[in-house]
Every structure is written in structure tokens, then in C-alpha cells.
């Protein structure tokens, strides 16, 4: 692992995965490759622009053309896949674009990467490839669809996507798993939790109640507001995909948790008591269709294999969150503007001025 193509990497989770590795000595070039949509961010990235390492490329994943052209200039041994699109309400309104992005691009990341890293290019049956590459697909809890009040994901447990987003996410494994079986591509799959941290777009539920309860507006909860998820700090998330690029046997898949249970209400009245903002600023709205009820992780195969455990505490990691969106308004506040607006009604049937 010393050249590193990251897409997506303008994005919440890239971007942080991009600062966390990019102190390595023994990396010697990450080139990002994001097409800068709604959630992508270069400020994400500010601190490591100069760096001589760091090369961004705008650019669709779906581009073959382009995707042929990065491998062929940069000659890439390691491939981390973030680029998607990630966000459950948006998936049931354009769902076709999630099924291109997620899969149609995961494909084509694949078919370029095979092709580059191939002994043979041109002999369908060769399995040989050049030595330490490695594909890694960063995918999500959600492809196994809801679980009851108890027990956990595992590797195993048989995907059951419930949304358009879940569904294009497994289709992706799926693919990837493909070109493990039917060429021998060195891959690895990682499935985590729910992230939060810092850079994450402001329309997942950590950032979107820290900044409406900052700014004294209504917290629109689907429902009871008691779905459960698992938490992991994006922190957490990057070392595990360092970890598993490092020692992970090729072919495998690691579930990345934080061992955090927490239903949304929860959440919201941590944040509530953090910015000692009041309850009744908490609306309940109409739940949105499929809504998974809970998901859990379990990361026992991650920890007993390869040693990696969350450092993070879901108390100290909120707070910490919260600290940072509090010390960054400015890079809220100049997300939240413009098309954010009328996605915001669209989505919660609330209205969120700017001011």
C-alpha cells in the first residue's frame, strides 16, 4: 500500500480517511477521485491540498475512460472504494441514480483495476496479478437489511437490502465478490455502522439536529424516533480500513462496529443536553417508507483476526462531535444554503431558513 486511488474521497467519510493516512511516510501518492455532487467537499480537504502526495481529480466513477486513464498515469497498487451515493431519503426518491453510482461504477472501477493489475490482460483465465494490489469496497450494515431486539450482523448473515440505497450497495459487494471468485482479483469488503464525526454532511441525523438545536430550530424525527442503530466514530473507520488493507486476507469480508446501540431519540437528547437546548424542539413526522427498525454489528472477526478495536466511547466521541461542529459553523452554514434548502423541505416538510 503506497499509491492509493481513494474515490469519493471529497466526501465525509473519504475525506477523514485521507487525513488519517496521509502522515504515513510510506505512502507516496493518494489521488482522490470524486465528481464533487451535493456531499462532496473540497474544504473537507483543505489541510492536505499542498501536500505533493495529494492529487485530486474530478471525475465520475462510471467514466471507463477516465478510470483507465488514472490507472495508467498513476499506477495505483491499492484502490479504496467510498464514492456512492449514501443517504437512505434520497435513494427513494432517485433511485435510479443510486443503481448507477453504487453499482453500474463499482463495476467499473473493478473492470479497470482488473485490467491494470492483470500479468495477463488479454487471457480471460489468468488469475495472476501484480504483487500487494488490493481492492477494498467500503459498504455498509444496511445491505442485511433490519433486525429484531436482539442479535447481531455478522459476515454470514444473508443480505436482505429494505432501500433503494441498501439494495445498489449489495449489488456493489456483490460485484466485487464476483471479480474475487471469477478472476481471483484481490479484494476485501468492509461493512461498518452508522458513522458520525466531523465533515459529515448535514443531512444525517448527528449533524442535522446539532446544527437545527444550535440555531433553535424544530428536530424532525421520523416516527417514535426508537430505531436503533450502532454508532462508530469515523476515526474508528479509518483505522479498520487501514487494518484490513494491511492485514486482511484477500476475498474477506470485516464488519466495522462500535459496539454503541442507540436509538435516535437517544441521540437527540444527548445533543439537546450538550448544547442545553430544550426538548420541545423535538417534531415528529411521518415515517419514512422501509424504515429498518434496528441494525447492530458485530466486529468479533475484525478484533480476533486482525487486532483492531474502536478507541472511541459514544460520550466522548458526541462530545467531541459536537465541540467541532460548534468550533466550524462557517462550514455548515455554507452548506446548508441553496439546494440544501429545498431538499430539506422536500425530505422533512419543514422549512429551514439560512440565518
Same mark, same amino acid.
Given at each position: 500500500?503506497?499509491?492509493?486511488? %481513494?474515490? =469519493?474521497?471529497? =466526501?465525509?467519510?473519504?475525506?477523514?480517511?485521507?487525513?488519517?493516512?496521509?502522515?504515513?511516510?510510506?505512502?507516496?501518492?493518494?489521488?482522490?477521485?470524486?465528481?464533487?455532487?451535493?456531499?462532496?467537499?473540497? /474544504?473537507?480537504?483543505?489541510?492536505?491540498?499542498?501536500?505533493?502526495?495529494?492529487?485530486? %481529480? /474530478?471525475?465520475?466513477? /462510471?467514466?471507463?475512460?477516465?478510470?483507465?486513464?488514472?490507472?495508467?498515469?498513476?499506477?495505483?497498487?491499492?484502490?479504496?472504494?467510498?464514492?456512492?451515493?449514501?443517504?437512505?431519503?434520497?435513494?427513494?426518491?432517485?433511485?435510479?441514480?443510486?443503481?448507477?453510482?453504487?453499482?453500474?461504477?463499482?463495476?467499473?472501477?473493478?473492470?479497470?483495476?482488473?485490467?491494470?493489475?492483470?500479468?495477463?490482460?488479454?487471457?480471460?483465465?489468468?488469475?495472476?496479478? &501484480?504483487?500487494?494490489?488490493?481492492?477494498? &469496497?467500503?459498504?455498509?450494515?444496511?445491505?442485511?437489511?433490519?433486525?429484531?431486539?436482539?442479535?447481531?450482523?455478522?459476515?454470514?448473515?444473508?443480505?436482505?437490502?429494505?432501500?433503494?440505497?441498501?439494495?445498489? $450497495?449489495?449489488? =456493489?459487494?456483490?460485484?466485487?465478490?464476483?471479480?474475487? &471468485?471469477?478472476?481471483?482479483?484481490?479484494?476485501?469488503?468492509?461493512?461498518?455502522?452508522?458513522?458520525?464525526?466531523?465533515?459529515?454532511?448535514?443531512?444525517?441525523?448527528?449533524?442535522?439536529?446539532? #446544527?437545527?438545536?444550535?440555531? =433553535?430550530?424544530?428536530?424532525?424525527?421520523?416516527?417514535?424516533?426508537?430505531?436503533?442503530?450502532?454508532?462508530? #466514530?469515523?476515526?474508528? #473507520?479509518?483505522?479498520?480500513?487501514?487494518?484490513?488493507?494491511?492485514?486482511?486476507?484477500?476475498?474477506?469480508?470485516?464488519?466495522?462496529?462500535?459496539?454503541?446501540?442507540?436509538?435516535?431519540?437517544?441521540?437527540?437528547?444527548?445533543?439537546?443536553?450538550?448544547?442545553?437546548?430544550?426538548?420541545?424542539?423535538?417534531?415528529? !413526522?411521518?415515517?419514512?417508507?422501509? #424504515?429498518?427498525?434496528?441494525?447492530?454489528?458485530?466486529?468479533? $472477526?475484525?478484533?480476533?483476526?486482525?487486532?483492531? $478495536?474502536?478507541?472511541?466511547?459514544?460520550?466522548?466521541?458526541?462530545?467531541?462531535?459536537?465541540?467541532?461542529?460548534?468550533?466550524?459553523?462557517?462550514?455548515?452554514?455554507? !452548506?446548508?444554503?441553496?439546494?440544501? &434548502?429545498?431538499?430539506?423541505?422536500?425530505?422533512?416538510?419543514?422549512?429551514?431558513?439560512?440565518?
Amino acid at each position: 500500500m503506497k499509491r492509493l486511488l %481513494v474515490t =469519493g474521497g471529497a =466526501g465525509f467519510i473519504g475525506s477523514n480517511f485521507i487525513r488519517h493516512i496521509l502522515p504515513r511516510p510510506d505512502i507516496e501518492q493518494v489521488v482522490n477521485l470524486d465528481l464533487l455532487t451535493y456531499a462532496g467537499n473540497l /474544504r473537507n480537504l483543505s489541510d492536505v491540498s499542498e501536500d505533493p502526495r495529494y492529487t485530486f %481529480v /474530478r471525475g465520475d466513477i /462510471r467514466d471507463r475512460a477516465l478510470t483507465e486513464e488514472l490507472f495508467a498515469r498513476y499506477a495505483p497498487d491499492t484502490v479504496v472504494h467510498f464514492a456512492a451515493e449514501s443517504h437512505v431519503d434520497r435513494s427513494i426518491t432517485e433511485p435510479e441514480v443510486f443503481l448507477t453510482t453504487n453499482a453500474v461504477g463499482t463495476l467499473t472501477l473493478l473492470e479497470a483495476a482488473k485490467s491494470a493489475w492483470s500479468r495477463s490482460p488479454g487471457d480471460k483465465h489468468c488469475r495472476e496479478y &501484480q504483487p500487494g494490489v488490493r481492492f477494498l &469496497q467500503v459498504s455498509t450494515d444496511e445491505v442485511y437489511g433490519a433486525l429484531g431486539p436482539v442479535g447481531l450482523f455478522r459476515e454470514d448473515t444473508p443480505l436482505a437490502p429494505n432501500s433503494p440505497y441498501a439494495a445498489s $450497495k449489495a449489488s =456493489g459487494d456483490l460485484l466485487v465478490r464476483a471479480f474475487a &471468485q471469477t478472476y481471483g482479483l484481490p479484494v476485501n469488503i468492509t461493512r461498518c455502522s452508522n458513522n458520525y464525526g466531523p465533515y459529515q454532511f448535514p443531512e444525517k441525523l448527528i449533524p442535522l439536529m446539532i #446544527h437545527n438545536a444550535r440555531t =433553535g430550530r424544530p428536530l424532525p424525527v421520523y416516527g417514535d424516533g426508537l430505531q436503533v442503530r450502532d454508532w462508530l #466514530h469515523v476515526n474508528d #473507520h479509518c483505522r479498520a480500513i487501514e487494518t484490513v488493507l494491511e492485514r486482511g486476507r484477500p476475498g474477506e469480508i470485516y464488519n466495522v462496529g462500535g459496539s454503541n446501540e442507540r436509538t435516535n431519540l437517544e441521540i437527540i437528547r444527548l445533543i439537546l443536553q450538550e448544547l442545553e437546548a430544550p426538548e420541545d424542539l423535538i417534531v415528529h !413526522i411521518q415515517d419514512r417508507p422501509g #424504515h429498518d427498525r434496528r441494525y447492530a454489528i458485530d466486529s468479533g $472477526k475484525l478484533q480476533r483476526e486482525l487486532g483492531w $478495536k474502536p478507541r472511541y466511547t459514544f460520550e466522548e466521541g458526541l462530545r467531541e462531535t459536537v465541540r467541532w461542529y460548534l468550533e466550524h459553523e462557517a462550514w455548515t452554514t455554507e !452548506i446548508v444554503s441553496g439546494e440544501y &434548502q429545498q431538499y430539506y423541505a422536500a425530505m422533512y416538510g419543514l422549512e429551514q431558513e439560512t440565518t
